[in-house]
Protein backbone atom coordinates (compact mmCIF):
# COMPACT_ATOMS: atom_id res chain seq x y z
CA UNK A 1 0.00 0.00 0.00
CA UNK A 2 1.28 2.96 -0.80
CA UNK A 3 0.29 6.52 1.40
CA UNK A 4 1.17 10.15 0.26
CA UNK A 5 2.11 13.40 2.38
CA UNK A 6 0.12 16.05 0.63
CA UNK A 7 1.24 19.47 1.68
CA UNK A 8 -1.61 21.95 1.79
CA UNK A 9 0.59 25.09 2.57
CA UNK A 10 4.07 25.42 4.81
CA UNK A 11 2.94 23.30 7.83
CA UNK A 12 -0.39 22.04 6.59
CA UNK A 13 -0.54 18.14 5.77
CA UNK A 14 -2.99 15.45 4.58
CA UNK A 15 -2.46 11.72 4.10
CA UNK A 16 -4.13 10.25 1.03
CA UNK A 17 -3.80 7.19 -0.58
CA UNK A 18 -5.60 5.67 -3.72
CA UNK A 19 -6.32 1.89 -4.16
CA UNK A 20 -7.56 -0.74 -6.22
CA UNK A 21 -8.70 -3.40 -3.66
CA UNK A 22 -11.83 -3.30 -1.99
CA UNK A 23 -12.23 -1.34 1.38
CA UNK A 24 -14.01 -4.14 2.69
CA UNK A 25 -13.04 -7.56 1.84
CA UNK A 26 -16.56 -9.99 2.21
CA UNK A 27 -17.03 -11.92 4.89
CA UNK A 28 -15.46 -15.18 5.36
CA UNK A 29 -18.77 -16.86 7.40
CA UNK A 30 -22.33 -16.07 7.47
CA UNK A 31 -22.39 -12.99 10.12
CA UNK A 32 -24.15 -13.96 13.65
CA UNK A 33 -24.87 -11.13 15.77
CA UNK A 34 -26.72 -8.01 15.40
CA UNK A 35 -23.06 -6.42 14.89
CA UNK A 36 -21.90 -8.29 12.27
CA UNK A 37 -24.93 -8.32 10.57
CA UNK A 38 -25.00 -4.56 10.53
CA UNK A 39 -20.93 -4.96 9.48
CA UNK A 40 -22.11 -7.09 6.39
CA UNK A 41 -25.19 -4.96 5.39
CA UNK A 42 -21.81 -1.87 5.49
CA UNK A 43 -19.96 -4.13 3.27
CA UNK A 44 -22.43 -4.59 0.96
CA UNK A 45 -23.36 -0.69 0.52
CA UNK A 46 -19.34 -0.01 0.06
CA UNK A 47 -19.20 -2.72 -2.76
CA UNK A 48 -21.71 -1.46 -4.36
CA UNK A 49 -20.75 2.15 -4.27
CA UNK A 50 -17.39 1.41 -5.67
CA UNK A 51 -18.69 -0.37 -8.38
CA UNK A 52 -20.39 3.43 -9.21
CA UNK A 53 -17.94 5.50 -8.39
CA UNK A 54 -15.51 3.05 -10.98
CA UNK A 55 -18.02 2.64 -13.41
CA UNK A 56 -21.20 5.20 -13.52
CA UNK A 57 -24.27 4.56 -14.83
CA UNK A 58 -25.40 6.86 -17.51
CA UNK A 59 -28.28 8.80 -17.27
CA UNK A 60 -31.46 7.38 -18.45
CA UNK A 61 -33.97 10.08 -19.45
CA UNK A 62 -37.00 9.52 -17.95
CA UNK A 63 -39.47 9.73 -14.26
CA UNK A 64 -37.76 7.86 -11.91
CA UNK A 65 -39.38 6.05 -9.25
CA UNK A 66 -39.03 7.82 -5.43
CA UNK A 67 -37.20 4.50 -4.28
CA UNK A 68 -34.87 4.61 -7.36
CA UNK A 69 -34.00 8.25 -6.66
CA UNK A 70 -33.30 7.81 -2.48
CA UNK A 71 -31.05 4.96 -3.57
CA UNK A 72 -28.81 6.79 -6.04
CA UNK A 73 -28.80 9.81 -3.41
CA UNK A 74 -27.37 6.93 -0.79
CA UNK A 75 -25.33 5.04 -3.35
CA UNK A 76 -23.59 8.75 -4.08
CA UNK A 77 -23.31 9.56 0.11
CA UNK A 78 -21.67 6.25 0.75
CA UNK A 79 -19.52 6.65 -2.10
CA UNK A 80 -18.38 9.78 -0.79
CA UNK A 81 -17.48 8.69 2.87
CA UNK A 82 -15.25 5.95 0.93
CA UNK A 83 -13.59 8.70 -0.77
CA UNK A 84 -13.12 10.39 2.46
CA UNK A 85 -12.26 7.52 4.81
CA UNK A 86 -10.61 5.33 2.32
CA UNK A 87 -7.13 5.64 3.74
CA UNK A 88 -8.02 4.98 7.23
CA UNK A 89 -9.87 2.22 6.53
CA UNK A 90 -7.90 0.47 4.57
CA UNK A 91 -5.06 0.86 6.93
CA UNK A 92 -6.45 -1.61 9.43
CA UNK A 93 -5.54 -4.54 7.31
CA UNK A 94 -1.36 -3.42 6.69
CA UNK A 95 1.87 -4.18 8.25
CA UNK A 96 4.07 -2.16 6.12
CA UNK A 97 3.18 1.39 4.23
CA UNK A 98 5.25 2.85 1.63
CA UNK A 99 4.84 6.58 2.26
CA UNK A 100 6.01 9.25 -0.58
CA UNK A 101 6.64 12.27 1.37
CA UNK A 102 7.60 16.32 -0.25
CA UNK A 103 11.27 16.10 -1.02
CA UNK A 104 11.96 18.67 1.27
CA UNK A 105 11.18 16.88 4.06
CA UNK A 106 13.42 14.71 6.18
CA UNK A 107 11.86 11.35 7.33
CA UNK A 108 11.44 12.47 11.28
CA UNK A 109 9.21 15.29 10.49
CA UNK A 110 7.59 12.91 7.43
CA UNK A 111 6.92 10.48 10.83
CA UNK A 112 5.78 13.73 12.95
CA UNK A 113 3.31 14.39 10.39
CA UNK A 114 2.02 10.73 10.08
CA UNK A 115 1.61 10.48 14.13
CA UNK A 116 -0.10 14.40 14.09
CA UNK A 117 -3.29 12.94 11.25
CA UNK A 118 -3.62 10.15 12.84
CA UNK A 119 -3.83 10.95 16.56
CA UNK A 120 -6.45 13.69 15.41
CA UNK A 121 -8.30 11.44 13.20
CA UNK A 122 -8.43 9.06 15.68
CA UNK A 123 -10.11 11.22 18.37
CA UNK A 124 -12.34 12.84 16.29
CA UNK A 125 -14.16 9.51 14.94
CA UNK A 126 -14.18 8.69 19.02
CA UNK A 127 -16.07 11.47 19.36
CA UNK A 128 -18.39 11.17 16.50
CA UNK A 129 -18.51 7.29 17.45
CA UNK A 130 -20.02 8.26 20.69
CA UNK A 131 -22.87 11.08 19.34
CA UNK A 132 -23.82 8.28 16.41
CA UNK A 133 -23.83 5.82 19.03
CA UNK A 134 -26.44 7.51 21.48
CA UNK A 135 -28.57 8.70 18.20
CA UNK A 136 -28.57 5.20 16.72
CA UNK A 137 -30.37 3.62 19.95
CA UNK A 138 -32.48 6.96 19.88
CA UNK A 139 -33.77 6.57 16.54
CA UNK A 140 -34.68 2.65 17.60
CA UNK A 141 -37.36 3.66 19.28
CA UNK A 142 -39.06 4.39 15.72
CA UNK A 143 -39.30 0.92 14.96
CA UNK A 144 -42.91 1.51 15.93
CA UNK A 145 -43.65 3.31 12.93
CA UNK A 146 -44.67 1.44 9.61
CA UNK A 147 -41.97 0.76 6.97
CA UNK A 148 -38.06 0.73 7.42
CA UNK A 149 -36.13 2.65 9.88
CA UNK A 150 -34.19 4.77 7.80
CA UNK A 151 -33.07 6.61 10.76
CA UNK A 152 -31.51 4.14 12.47
CA UNK A 153 -29.99 2.66 9.55
CA UNK A 154 -28.22 5.98 8.96
CA UNK A 155 -26.70 6.61 12.44
CA UNK A 156 -26.22 2.46 12.19
CA UNK A 157 -24.18 2.82 9.45
CA UNK A 158 -21.99 6.49 10.35
CA UNK A 159 -21.67 4.52 13.76
CA UNK A 160 -19.36 1.34 11.45
CA UNK A 161 -17.51 3.34 9.46
CA UNK A 162 -16.02 5.50 12.43
CA UNK A 163 -15.33 2.69 14.17
CA UNK A 164 -13.07 1.30 11.06
CA UNK A 165 -11.61 4.74 10.80
CA UNK A 166 -10.53 4.38 14.39
CA UNK A 167 -9.01 0.89 13.90
CA UNK A 168 -7.46 2.41 10.50
CA UNK A 169 -6.00 4.99 13.12
CA UNK A 170 -4.61 2.91 15.91
CA UNK A 171 -3.18 0.31 13.71
CA UNK A 172 -1.29 3.46 11.84
CA UNK A 173 -0.29 4.59 14.92
CA UNK A 174 0.57 1.40 17.06
CA UNK A 175 1.67 -1.48 14.74
CA UNK A 176 2.19 -0.04 11.25
CA UNK A 177 5.78 -0.05 9.97
CA UNK A 178 6.45 3.04 7.55
CA UNK A 179 8.86 3.26 5.19
CA UNK A 180 9.90 6.70 3.29
CA UNK A 181 10.20 7.69 -0.16
CA UNK A 182 10.92 11.37 -1.53
CA UNK A 183 8.13 12.36 -4.07
CA UNK A 184 9.34 15.70 -5.39
CA UNK A 185 6.40 16.31 -7.32
CA UNK A 186 4.54 16.68 -4.28
CA UNK A 187 6.55 19.28 -2.93
CA UNK A 188 5.08 21.28 -5.70
CA UNK A 189 2.00 21.41 -3.82
CA UNK A 190 3.43 23.31 -1.41
CA UNK A 191 3.43 26.25 -3.62
CA UNK A 192 -0.36 26.20 -4.96
CA UNK A 193 -1.81 27.89 -1.71
CA UNK A 194 -1.68 31.39 -3.44
CA UNK A 195 -3.21 29.99 -7.08
CA UNK A 196 -6.80 29.70 -7.57
CA UNK A 197 -9.60 28.67 -9.91
CA UNK A 198 -7.76 27.62 -13.48
CA UNK A 199 -4.49 28.34 -12.99
CA UNK A 200 -4.22 25.80 -9.50
CA UNK A 201 -6.28 23.12 -11.33
CA UNK A 202 -3.94 23.41 -14.20
CA UNK A 203 -0.59 22.29 -11.72
CA UNK A 204 -2.65 20.07 -9.75
CA UNK A 205 -4.23 17.93 -13.16
CA UNK A 206 -0.21 18.24 -14.14
CA UNK A 207 1.05 16.85 -10.84
CA UNK A 208 -1.55 14.00 -10.67
CA UNK A 209 -0.84 12.91 -13.72
CA UNK A 210 2.54 12.54 -13.06
CA UNK A 211 2.13 10.67 -9.67
CA UNK A 212 -0.36 8.93 -11.97
CA UNK A 213 -3.14 9.66 -9.15
CA UNK A 214 -6.48 9.53 -10.49
CA UNK A 215 -8.80 11.50 -7.57
CA UNK A 216 -5.91 13.52 -6.35
CA UNK A 217 -7.55 16.76 -8.37
CA UNK A 218 -10.94 16.47 -6.22
CA UNK A 219 -9.26 15.15 -2.64
CA UNK A 220 -7.20 18.43 -2.97
CA UNK A 221 -10.14 20.94 -3.53
CA UNK A 222 -11.73 19.59 -1.04
CA UNK A 223 -9.99 19.40 1.77
CA UNK A 224 -8.79 23.07 0.68
CA UNK A 225 -11.81 24.11 1.03
Not at 28 to 33: D, I, L, N, Q, T
Not at 36 to 42: A, T, V
Not at 134 to 154: D, E, H, M, Q, R
Request: a positive charge.
Amino acid sequence: MDVYVIPLGTDRYELYCESAGDVEPEPAAAPHGFFMRLRQRFTVMLREAEARRHDPQPVVPGEKSWATRAQERVMAWVAERIAEQRLLWSLRRETEVTVAHPADLAFDQVRTVINRVLQRDRDRHLRWLIIDSLLAIASAALVILPGPNFVFYYFAFRLVGHWFSMQGANQGLKQITWVGRPCPPLSELRELGGLHGSARAARIDDISERLRLKHLSTFYERVVI
